[in-house]
């Protein structure tokens, strides 16, 4: 077929639209959720409740193994116009019930934050751990000089976490053509379709529903090489700016 198939991809009417939607999402997914974690870790660093942290970090941690079916239903519960938790105290205070998922202007917001309680729990483990590996006569000697617990998180957690940052953001950034499957197949509907159909979707849709396996094939092969390029963009400029990188 030659290049038949990516002749058709970037001549298609809706191949624009669904890779806007992928990029949207995903930038807005890292914008507003990649610091959340980081802001979560140390937020729970300064706990001094062994207690407390421990049961903070199981509730946090929970929705990162549950599947989408179990985390869209309850989403879709909590969020119903009829009886659902948050339009009940909308009404409650005299507005509007919202139908968030079936209206295009809040179904995006909706996904980013879905996708923030889904993953912040283990966002939050990875920098915990790291958070652990800071030497503790760093904070007793920023303690002796007089510097309080903002000046400790500016100084010397950051700091220490920016490799960590750096690592998880390249990542990130690896994977800004990709957004999981089953996530927006369970909160997607046809009233919302223009707006959140992705390139995952699209290949299911298209390449498993509609058998068209070769050409689905070219969106996989498009997406890959477009991964790659946005890693490697990514650590170069990580270099840059800090000196680190994944290589």
Same mark, same amino acid.
């Given at each position: 077929?030659? @290049?038949?198939?990516?002749?058709?991809?970037?001549? !298609?009417?809706?191949?624009? +639209? #669904? *890779?806007?939607?992928? =990029? @949207?999402?995903?930038?807005?997914?890292?914008?507003? !959720?990649?610091?959340?974690? +980081? #802001? *979560?870790?140390?937020? =729970?660093?300064?706990?001094?409740?062994?207690?407390?942290?421990?049961?903070?970090?199981? +509730?946090?941690?929970?929705?990162?193994?549950?599947?989408?079916?179990?985390?869209?239903?309850?989403?879709?519960?909590?969020?119903?116009?009829?009886?659902?938790?948050?339009?009940?105290?909308?009404?409650?205070?005299?507005?509007?019930?919202?139908?968030?998922?079936?209206?295009?202007?809040?179904?995006?917001?909706m996904f980013i934050i879905s996708g923030i309680w889904q993953g912040a729990g283990w966002g939050t483990i990875v920098y915990?751990?790291?958070?652990?590996?800071?030497?503790?006569e760093l904070y007793e000697a920023a303690r002796i000089d007089g510097a309080g617990k903002l000046k400790q998180i500016w100084?010397?957690?950051?700091?220490?976490?920016?490799?960590?940052?750096?690592?998880?953001?390249?990542?990130?950034?690896?994977?800004?053509?990709?957004?999981?499957?089953?996530?927006?197949?369970?909160?997607?509907?046809?009233?919302?379709?223009?707006?959140?159909?992705?390139?995952?979707?699209?290949?299911?849709?298209?390449?498993?529903?509609?058998?068209q396996y070769s050409y689905t094939t070219a969106i996989g092969l498009f997406q890959s090489v477009i991964s790659c390029i946005?890693?490697?963009?990514?650590?170069?400029?990580?270099?840059?700016?800090?000196?680190?990188?994944?290589?």
């Amino acid at each position: 077929m030659g @290049l038949e198939h990516f002749k058709r991809l970037f001549t !298609g009417n809706n191949f624009l +639209i #669904i *890779l806007r939607n992928t =990029l @949207l999402l995903n930038a807005g997914s890292v914008i507003f !959720g990649f610091p959340i974690p +980081i #802001i *979560l870790a140390i937020f =729970l660093n300064e706990v001094k409740s062994k207690g407390f942290k421990k049961i903070s970090q199981s +509730i946090m941690y929970l929705p990162h193994f549950m599947s989408w079916v179990v985390l869209g239903g309850i989403l879709i519960d909590m969020l119903s116009p009829s009886t659902g938790v948050i339009n009940t105290i909308i009404k409650f205070f005299g507005g509007n019930p919202i139908y968030f998922m079936g209206k295009k202007e809040w179904w995006p917001a909706m996904f980013i934050i879905s996708g923030i309680w889904q993953g912040a729990g283990w966002g939050t483990i990875v920098y915990l751990a790291a958070i652990t590996g800071i030497d503790p006569e760093l904070y007793e000697a920023a303690r002796i000089d007089g510097a309080g617990k903002l000046k400790q998180i500016w100084y010397i957690t950051l700091p220490c976490l920016k490799s960590t940052i750096v690592v998880m953001l390249i990542l990130r950034m690896g994977s800004m053509m990709d957004i999981g499957f089953e996530q927006v197949y369970v909160l997607m509907n046809p009233a919302v379709r223009d707006v959140a159909e992705v390139i995952s979707t699209y290949v299911y849709r298209v390449g498993i529903e509609g058998a068209q396996y070769s050409y689905t094939t070219a969106i996989g092969l498009f997406q890959s090489v477009i991964s790659c390029i946005l890693v490697f963009t990514t650590n170069k400029i990580a270099r840059k700016i800090n000196g680190e990188g994944l290589w």
